[in-house]
């Protein structure tokens, strides 16, 4: 599907991929209007005899009425981002004009957020139920996450080079920018990188080079990440309607060569593999193991750091590791060895050496 186009500029976003940040918005602000319009109602006599009643009153109903027409507003997001289709994004063509109208809106929320917490601060602790002064901090706070979870989505969607330009002919790779394309992908990979390698020669260099790969590959394709998500979603559906066809006509595609462990050579070569391949997946450190591991990892990884390991005696036996010697830690995890069973580990130029000691 094609990018969302919005302030002349390309965005990381599908017009059809607003439907579960409206709804999950809808949810919330229809809840907080129920609450919000039922503590109003009953406790009206309450907010009269608050100090500042007449700022609450205001408060109140600005929150009500700015609450109801983003309601609406966000109603409408949710029905126009259902229609058409990937290949179809023409009834969803409206789409900025309901974005341009939900930005107007959040100025005034931002402003009634700003003076609620202004009041919450000055007046509403003297002379007032504590129900109303809660319901007004759970308001106010609920109206900088939101705003916050915008501008928070809105940098996350932000595409550097998604300027759309009028003239078809400007819409060519030129040098200038792939050269640009090419520096913005080295820097999200080396943000993406930054806790797994150095910053030696041969790691820049590896990281030039794929960002020059994803540059010219990915640079000026009017596609966004859910569109790879679907076709991989396609590629698994067809992959598996294959398989259904071939279990109907029971020709099972025969994957591998039939191991037998009848054989004793053949099961010591089953045996030994199944034994290196821990050592094989621990050579990759600290970060496959959170990934294999995705609950307990991380707790466990902690319990194996050295923390502040560069400042500490260095071990002769590690060279190259991180600060606190994640890598080791990982390893020694996925091995279930011990620092004594570890003769030499090596995470130089991200090649990671490992010699033990087999018990």
């Known amino acids: 599907m094609p990018a969302l186009v919005a302030f002349n500029r390309r965005w990381r976003i599908g017009s059809d991929d607003l ?23 009953f406790q009206i006599d309450e907010i009269r005899k608050c100090e500042a009643h007449l700022e609450l009153q205001v408060f109140f109903i600005g929150v009500i009425v700015l609450t109801s027409v983003i309601i609406v507003n966000e109603m409408a997001i949710l029905y126009v981002s259902m229609q058409g289709t990937l290949t179809n994004p023409r009834p969803r063509r409206h ?25 919450t601060v000055k ?3 003297y002379n007032c139920q504590l129900g109303l002064v809660v319901a007004v901090c759970v308001s106010v706070a609920l109206q900088w996450a939101i705003l916050l979870t915008v501008l928070i989505g809105a940098l996350v969607l932000f595409d550097p080079l998604g300027k759309v330009h009028c003239d ?69 559906e067809e992959q598996d309607r294959e398989d259904r066809q071939n279990r109907a006509k029971g020709e099972m595609a025969q994957k591998g060569t ?61 060279s190259k590791d991180n600060c606190c010697h994640c890598n080791s830690a990982g390893l020694k995890l996925q091995t279930q060895l ?11 130029n991200k090649v990671i050496v490992c010699k033990t000691t087999r018990h």
């Open 338 to 348: 011990e620092d004594m069973d570890l003769a030499y580990c090596s995470y130089h």
């Open 95 to 119: 789409m900025p004009k309901l974005l341009y109208f939900q930005l107007t809106l959040y100025f005034p929320e931002l402003i009634w957020t700003i003076l609620g917490t202004y009041w």
């Open 123 to 125: 007046h509403f602790s």
């Open 168 to 236: 078809p002919f400007e819409q060519e790779f030129s040098s200038t920018m792939q050269e640009s394309a090419k520096k913005l992908w080295e820097r999200r990979c080396r943000l993406l990188c930054c806790c797994f390698a150095g910053r030696d020669d041969q790691y820049l260099s590896a990281v030039s080079d794929i960002a020059d790969i994803l540059a010219s590959g990915l640079h000026d394709v009017d596609v966004v990440p859910s569109d790879v998500a679907v076709g991989l979603i396609l590629l698994r």
């Open 258 to 318: 039939p191991v037998n462990l009848n054989d004793p050579k053949e099961k010591s070569l089953v045996e030994d593999a199944a034994y290196f391949i821990k050592f094989a997946v621990g050579s990759y450190g600290w970060a496959l193991y959170v990934f294999m591991n995705p609950c307990a990892g991380p707790l466990n990884l902690c319990g194996g750091l050295r923390c502040c390991g560069c400042c500490r005696p260095t071990l002769e036996h590690i």
């Open 19 to 41: 439907f579960f940040p409206a709804a999950v918005g809808l949810i919330i602000r229809v809840l907080w209007l129920v609450i919000i319009s039922f503590i109003y109602g």
